[in-house]
């Protein structure tokens, strides 16, 4: 990931109801969300929880599938992952066990198959 992507991951991170619907995607893992679902959880009318999951979807952070009439949204972990690397990327300074608590972390929440 370069510093540009980065740049617009972070901020579509930066928004509190699209960190909400992040985080929501991953916990909800390769089955995904539809977005009815994701406007119920979050208590927001269908078309701004749209402008929201357009947004994400820009910034390569999730993606969406048709199924049926529904559309479902996924986290996109490549993405996620990439920009977790490139925060850490320049980590340690030669001394990993300064990173090793958050590459434990990481590693822990590697979904068993990324679906896109």
Do not use: W
């Not at 995607?25 to 119920?40: I, K, Q, R, S, T």
């Not at 269908?46 to 599938?65: A, C, D, M, Q, Y």
């Amino acid at each position: 990931m370069d510093q540009r992507q980065a740049l617009t991951s972070f901020a579509a991170l930066s928004q509190e109801t699209r960190l909400q619907i992040v985080r929501m995607l991953v916990v909800a893992g390769p089955d995904g969300m539809a977005a009815g679902m994701v406007a119920e959880k979050t208590g927001l009318s269908p078309s701004n929880v749209s402008f929201h999951l357009k947004e994400l979807e820009r910034s390569g952070l999730i993606t969406h599938k048709r199924v049926s009439r529904s559309i479902i949204s996924f986290a996109n972990y490549e993405a996620l992952g990439g920009l977790v690397r490139f925060l850490m990327e320049d980590c340690c300074a030669g001394h990993p066990e300064i990173c090793a608590p958050a590459a434990e972390i990481a590693a822990c929440c590697v979904p068993a198959q990324n679906v896109q």
